[in-house]
């Protein structure tokens, strides 16, 4: 698999993916905003209990493998992470809003049922129907550049 993450790696870009979409006025993270992000007891499985030091870490690992980047400047105190996981100017990894929701989704809570991922994703995206659902993960699992999500027990 071309995006092979750790469950950390995983708990971090899906935090910064969720963000970004449901709460853009505090988008981009601070080091701080990840910890509580990762550590969220609601929407999480498992529910981590993660420390600053193990996030900054994550997190400087993500940053050399390109898939985050810091954001500082001026009005910036302190150096906040934004995700280039998925749709950013230079990554190669495209993504509808319906897919991002899904991915999002499995990287925070892991392996779901359809219902599940449409009831849960919904904060991000609005599946009209379970075919919709569906046809998504199937474009997940089926990507040329190596799929995104498998069927359980695939």
Avoid: W
């Amino acid at each position: 698999m071309k995006y092979e993450l750790t469950a950390t790696e995983a708990r971090v870009i899906g935090c910064l993916l969720e963000k970004q979409v449901t709460t853009p006025e505090q988008y981009p993270l601070s080091v701080h905003g990840v910890v509580t992000a990762c550590n969220q007891k609601t929407n999480r499985e498992p529910v981590m209990n993660l420390t600053e030091q193990a996030v900054q870490e994550q997190l400087d690992n993500l940053v050399k493998r390109h898939f985050l980047r810091t954001v500082s400047g001026f009005g910036n105190r302190v150096t906040k992470y934004e995700q280039r996981f998925c749709n950013s100017e230079f990554g190669d990894l495209k993504l509808s809003a319906a897919e991002v929701a899904i991915v999002t989704t499995l990287l925070l809570r892991g392996a779901q049922t359809p219902g599940e991922l449409r009831s849960r994703a919904s904060r991000m995206y609005e599946f009209s129907d379970m075919a919709e659902v569906e046809s998504t993960l199937e474009r997940l699992a089926s990507r040329e550049d190596g799929p995104l999500c498998h069927p359980s027990g695939a």
